[in-house]
């Protein structure tokens, strides 16, 4: 058996410092605000003074950068490094936040052997924005304890356990304090001390606990790793120190965001073709000063979604979309929380060919029309999309159509034939129209002219929808020919039997 | 006294191309689906702006012309791009001359914004035309007011040109008035129609409109050699005929 464990020294510090520089001196603080208290720090912290335990304003002193422990970014590191391990074997168990064990056991010649599969461990999660440490033994408890204990890689042969373990000290155990306090006062500093005890006087005086420990020092704990299940959901979320009012400096975030939500997809060979994002608005309604009532800010939401023709795994063009969008339908207050969730679709592969007819891309023709309805609208009064790609719906409705941001490829493909196309008027044109005895079309005027009619063609009655009240529709039809100065103009009239008014749909053209 | 073959050479030697006349490469073309004017044009050139000029309130056969074009072009697979001025194209009319609407993008400019329909319309040329892509790139201002079109400055239009003169895409603008002068490759006047009916004129309802025939005139191309005064004519025939 062979067993990986992948350890982040200083997790929830890393947590916070994902994709960002891990050499600056970063505390985390939490607890009451009446009692901050430094939780964690990073080397360079330690180095500046800060300790575990200090105040906030101590740690202030030691010209640190101090930021509030945040739940969600180890939550969401937890689940990146699951993601990473993941790559390497399915089986594998998330020991605690920040340490993961994988079974290596029957990978060796697809990963490679020791060393070339710890070095492949350690450089995709340092993609993914974590400094590692890992171990590989024959078991996972050995192989945690050379994690935690030695930096970069390490592999420890089986039988050589215990000779390789010896050196570590033994809060690498993190034994509970009172036990620690009974072996420092037995001067067991090591796990070689430990390790060399009589098991039977070990456990008569610290009990089976002692006698785990020992074992663990020994490195001689066999045990099955307890699987861990994959979320199935991408999500990644921030809280915001100070909330962003502009959508620029809002735009760095998101850009982070989606990075490490793409970095999630990529390791499980997926890619999303829909983004929901939250935004935590910080409201603050009407204080009213003379009634003395408490100040209060109540959270709301803005919620946009956008959708893809095509499953992408570039953060680049999401965040232009997402831009775009916050453009065109921007956040009514201040950003105090992010959530963006991607949904996962299987990546679409298709070979293109040298002699492909020309196409847009469709992720760059996404951000096209994005940026085209920023300028033209998103929709008309009827509710249909101003930019997108036109399918006549089956109904004898007049210019009845749906604009869809996705062309429908059609079944069947037919030759172009040469007819005459009619040019519309959308609405259409309010007419008056003067009608012979026979009721035909004579006369016409309509946006400041007045013209005879030479030739008609009518009438052809349509009509439909009766059932329905609002949307019932019913008609008579004349294409007629008229001079307009002078030259001829052939147009589509119609007459709504419904109000009797005259209209001017459109012109043969 | 050196020879003139020796002066050619040594000349040549130290910059090639000197005395050699530049052969242009021959331009590509798409068919437009009307013989009577791919005979005359040989084609809406590819890389190049074209304009169809014509009278915004008369039947000129200005989008009858871009219509086939569409379907030409969608039908060997391309996408295209019509951007809508006026909003006044209809898919039903396209789809019956067999446009295939999923390579077609519209663009629907909207007079209830706050820039103008023409600046709305070239924003979203500019558009796509930086997005690539697309066989056609239609500008439809052909319901706009030749006074609007006059108003767009030369550089605009040189700008186009010389933007797609580096892709396959061919920059088809309608409009009343040829603004683009000598930065569009091919200039093509449509003008007056000729209907012929069918039936009684007594009548109305035994009377149908049979075809119609459009005059045509090529005002200006870089493709061919220039033919003056070349008056011809397409018939397009309505659905039910």
């Known amino acids: ?355 492909q007819p020309l196409s847009p891309e469709p992720a760059l023709l996404e951000i096209t029309m994005a940026r085209i309805r920023a300028v033209v609208g998103e929709q008309d009064t009827a509710g249909r999309s101003r930019v997108g790609f036109p399918t006549v719906l089956d109904s004898h409705r007049p210019d009845c159509f749906h604009v869809a941001a996705q062309g429908i490829q059609p079944k069947t493909t037919s030759q172009p034939s040469s007819c005459l196309a009619l040019r519309l008027f959308r609405p259409a044109l309010p007419a008056r129209v003067e009608l012979s005895a026979e009721q035909a079309p004579v006369w016409m005027a309509f946006q400041r002219r007045k013209a005879r009619v030479v030739d008609a063609s009518g009438p052809w009655r349509g009509g439909g929808s009766w059932w329905d009240a609002t949307g019932d529709w019913l008609r008579d039809e004349w294409d007629v020919h008229i001079n307009v100065d002078g030259a001829p103009g052939l147009y589509r009239i119609f007459r709504d039997l419904r109000t009797g008014q005259w209209f001017v749909e459109g012109m043969y053209d | 006294m050196p020879s003139i073959a020796i002066i050619r050479s040594q000349v040549e030697a130290r910059i090639p191309g000197a005395l050699s006349v530049y052969q242009r490469p021959e331009q590509e073309v798409f068919s437009t689906g009307i013989p009577a004017l791919d005979t005359q044009i040989g084609g809406i050139p590819k890389s190049a702006l074209t304009q169809i000029c014509a009278a915004p309130a008369i039947s000129s056969g200005k989008t009858t012309l871009l219509t086939s074009l569409l379907a030409q072009v969608t039908q060997a697979e391309q996408h295209c791009a019509v951007v809508d001025a006026s909003d006044s194209f209809s898919p039903a009319s396209a789809a019956a001359m067999n446009v295939c609407l999923s390579r077609l993008l519209w663009v629907r400019c909207s007079s209830s914004s706050r820039l103008k329909p023409v600046e709305q319309a070239f924003k979203a040329a500019d558009v796509l035309v930086q997005n690539g892509g697309f066989g056609i790139i239609a500008i439809d201002l052909g319901n706009i007011e030749e006074t609007q079109i006059r108003k767009i400055p030369l550089t605009t239009w040189f700008r186009f040109a010389r933007v797609v003169e580096k892709t396959p895409t061919a920059l088809v603008v309608l409009m009343a008035y040829p603004a683009a002068q000598s930065c569009a490759a091919l200039t093509l006047h449509v003008g007056q129609s000729n209907p012929h009916w069918t039936g009684t004129a007594k009548s109305s309802h035994t009377q149908i409109l049979s075809d119609v025939q459009f005059d045509f005139e090529i005002g200006r191309t870089r493709t061919r050699k220039p033919v003056q005064n070349a008056n011809a004519r397409f018939t397009a025939r309505p659905r039910w005929a």
């Open chain 1, 1 to 355: 058996m062979l067993f990986g464990c992948i350890y982040v020294p200083d997790f929830p510090v890393q947590a916070a410092l994902r994709l960002e520089s891990k050499a600056q001196p970063v505390a985390l603080f939490d607890g009451p605000d009446s009692l901050l208290k430094i939780v964690a720090s990073n080397k360079p912290a330690r180095r500046a003074g800060v300790s575990i335990g200090m105040t906030k304003l101590q740690a202030e002193a030691c010209g640190v950068s101090l930021r509030k422990r945040v739940q969600e970014h180890e939550d969401s590191a937890q689940i990146a490094l699951l993601d990473c391990a993941y790559t390497f074997s399915p089986r594998l168990e998330s020991t605690v936040p920040g340490t993961l064990v994988t079974n290596l056991t029957g990978t060796e010649r697809l990963l490679g052997m020791g060393e070339t599969v710890g070095l492949k461990m350690a450089a995709l999660c340092r993609s993914t924005g974590f400094e590692v440490n890992i171990g590989i033994a024959a078991n996972p408890d050995t192989a945690i304890c050379a994690a935690r204990g030695f930096a970069g890689i390490t592999i420890i042969a089986p039988g050589e356990e215990g000779k390789r373990l010896g050196s570590l000290p033994i809060r690498v155990l993190e034994p509970a304090s009172e036990i620690m306090d009974v072996l420092d006062a037995w001067g067991i500093r090591t796990f070689k001390h430990l390790a060399v005890l009589p098991s039977v006087a070990l456990t008569e005086r610290l009990g089976q606990y002692g006698l785990h420990l020992q074992r663990l020092a020994q490195g001689a704990i066999e045990r099955e790793l307890v699987p861990a299940e994959l979320p199935t959901a991408f999500q990644e979320r921030t809280e915001l120190e100070e909330t962003v009012e502009l959508l620029e400096p809002l735009a760095f975030i998101l850009n982070r965001l989606l990075e490490q939500l793409m970095d999630r997809l990529v390791d499980r060979s997926l890619a999303t073709d829909h983004i929901e994002l939250v935004l935590s608005l910080e409201v603050h309604p009407d204080h009213d000063v003379k009634a003395a009532t408490p100040a209060a800010s109540t959270t709301a939401l803005h919620e946009r979604t956008i959708k893809l023709p095509v499953p992408t795994q570039d953060a680049k063009v999401l965040l232009r979309l997402l831009q775009l969008d916050l453009a065109a339908h921007p956040p009514a207050a201040p950003v105090k929380a992010i959530t963006i969730t991607a949904i996962p679709a299987r990546l679409r592969l298709t070979q293109t060919g040298l002699f």
